[in-house]
């Protein structure tokens, strides 16, 4: 069991930046992690995961824009969120699976999500 809370969402401007954190009562080279987005309306998308070994994927759309770490000494997961539009609206999730095989943007095979933070990007 992995307890996740995120933080960090907010209201910005067009062209502004975001840095989500999602807290995890554990955070070890156990799991694989990943941010997810669900904007009204919508469903859940992927937004980038990381796996066991640091390795980065991310949703082609957003590449560029966002980056995702984290730092296990802290167990903490990040998105950085740079050159927000107004399409980013969204509550944003984080998740975590034990999987031995990280599941990237397959939202069904995490088994961990937190409460989500909302981010509102103003034109």
Known sequence: ?????????????????LRLSCAAS??????C????????GKEREGVATVTRDGGTVYTDSLKG???????????????QLNSLRPEDTAMYYCAATPRFSCPAMRAVLYDFWGQGTQVTVSS
Request: no cysteine; net charge positive; aromatic share 10%.
């Open 65 to 79: 824009r966002f980056t995702i770490s984290k730092d296990n000494a802290k167990n903490t997961l990040y998105l």
């Open 1 to 17: 069991q992995v307890d996740l809370t995120e933080s960090g969402g907010g209201s910005v401007q067009a062209g502004g930046s």
């Open 33 to 40: 992690m990943g941010w997810f987005r669900q904007a009204p």
């Open 26 to 31: 554990k955070l070890d080279s156990g799991y």
